[in-house]
């Protein structure tokens, strides 16, 4: 069994605690625009930071376990855990999706479905638009595949929200005030 130190680089630490920063920063642009920061802001704060952390390094770790034909002929990534041999491609996979349903398990039952639910948009939309489908077709794969990387902020407005609310559109608010 390998140790613990190539499953956590599965996870790509280091870009996944960046995007928590932007998911804890909506956190508490929502709660300094609902009355100001409290105990409460500081658990969902907690919530969002584990719960997404499980969520994108899953994401990152099945990204790895795909990208294991092509990452031995990059300099960049021939010494990742997969690879190097450190993890079996197979327990990447495993690794990955568990943590990604962990992750949308965690923000289910911890914050709200409303929350859980862009946590799997997100995984998904990585793992199969970005990685599998766009990352190796077309060089605007990063621009398009960044819709995973902006998700961490609406997540956590949705925890800290307690869901999102349907702001009313402009042709809604136009019949309601043209209709007598």
């Not at 508490?28 to 584990?50: E, K, N, P, Y």
Request: overall charge neutral; glycine content about 10%; some cysteine.
């Amino acid at each position: 069994m390998s140790s613990v130190g190539p499953y956590f680089s599965l996870t790509k630490p280091r870009v996944v605690v960046l995007l928590q920063i932007t998911a804890l920063c909506s956190v508490l642009a929502h709660d300094q625009l609902g009355g100001g920061v409290d105990s409460g802001s500081m658990r969902t704060m907690l919530v969002v930071f584990v719960g997404g952390y499980l969520s994108a390094g899953g994401a990152n770790a099945i990204n790895m376990w795909y990208d294991r034909d092509i990452d031995p002929l990059m300099s960049r990534t021939k010494n990742r855990p997969v690879p190097s041999g450190e993890v079996s491609a197979e327990a990447a996979l495993a690794f990955g999706v568990a943590l990604s349903a962990l992750g949308v398990y965690w923000f289910w039952e911890l914050a709200n479905p409303v929350a859980a639910v862009w946590s799997a948009f997100s995984i998904l939309f990585y793992v199969f638009v970005y990685s599998i489908w766009l990352k190796r077709s077309t060089p605007q794969n990063i621009v398009i595949g960044g819709i995973a990387g902006s998700t961490p902020p609406v997540i956590g407005w949705a925890a800290a929200e307690d869901g999102l609310t349907i702001l009313p559109t402009p042709s809604r608010w136009y019949s309601s005030r043209c209709s007598t």
